[in-house]
T-cell receptor, first 115, second 111 residues
Framework: DTGVSQNPRHKITKRGQNVTFRCDPISEHNRLYWYRQTLGQGPEFLTYFQNEAQLEKSRLLSDRFSAERPKGSFSTLEIQRTEQGDSAMYLC?????????????FGPGTRLLVL | AQSVTQPDIHITVSEGASLELRCNYSYGATPYLFWYVQSPGQGLQLLLKYFSGDTLVQGIKGFEAEFKRSQSSFNLRKPSVHWSDAAEYFCALNAGNMLTFGGGTRLMVKP
């Protein structure tokens, strides 16, 4: 068990560019979550997957955001036409089945800076 | 809708002193509550969680938390703080399929 990994750890981009982040959950974890954390705030939920199915999306996830988990293993989060307001830490978490009492295990995050 | 409030944005304590971090929640059903810690450059690490049973729960690193339904609170405590406890602490509630976090409390430890 190597934990949740995220790549890249840091990304600097210019406004208007597209960026893609990757998350590798703990193996055999069916549930995968994406959160966003801005400076001085707690993480906010973006979306989650049960295996390969994306089951819920927050209102924070505008049309410029898209997430996939094609084979129920790793996931990608793409932001198109980035804006300065997208600058944040993007956190991925996974849990075994998705029950409310389960621990969600978090990765180290990808810090995005949009210039 | 559910919410979590951490009233203290910053707390400074001396090493060896006791610590209490406050967390209040708003939720109409049984709350499933968590405390996470985040150190610089690190992901969120679970300290402890409560979902039923004994209202005083023990966690890692000597932390404990007490669930008080009448006060809608889930405060985190530690009897003696170590310099390595300096970090940001988040209280969270699972109301369905995701965690709702408070704004966090940054803990600083004086030598």
């Amino acid at each position: 068990d190597t934990g949740v990994s995220q790549n890249p750890r840091h990304k600097i981009t210019k406004r208007g560019q597209n960026v893609t982040f990757r998350c590798d959950p703990i193996s055999e974890h069916n549930r995968l979550y994406w959160y966003r954390q801005t400076l001085g705030q707690g993480p906010e939920f973006l979306t989650y997957f049960q295996n390969e199915a994306q089951l819920e999306k927050s209102r924070l996830l505008s049309d410029r955001f898209s997430a996939e988990r094609p084979k129920g293993s790793f996931s990608t989060l793409e932001i198109q036409r980035t804006e300065q307001g997208d600058s944040a830490m993007y956190l991925c978490a996974s849990s075994p089945r998705g029950s409310q009492t389960e621990t969600q295990y978090f990765g180290p995050g990808t810090r995005l800076l949009v210039l | 809708a559910q919410s979590v409030t951490q009233p203290d944005i910053h707390i400074t304590v001396s090493e060896g002193a006791s610590l209490e971090l406050r967390c209040n929640y708003s939720y109409g059903a049984t709350p499933y509550l968590f405390w996470y810690v985040q150190s610089p450059g690190q992901g969120l690490q679970l300290l402890l969680k409560y979902f039923s049973g004994d209202t005083l729960v023990q966690g890692i690193k000597g932390f404990e938390a007490e669930f008080k339904r009448s006060q809608s609170s889930f405060n985190l405590r530690k009897p003696s703080v170590h310099w390595s406890d300096a970090a940001e602490y988040f209280c969270a509630l699972n109301a369905g399929n995701m965690l709702t976090f408070g704004g966090g409390t940054r803990l600083m430890v004086k030598p």
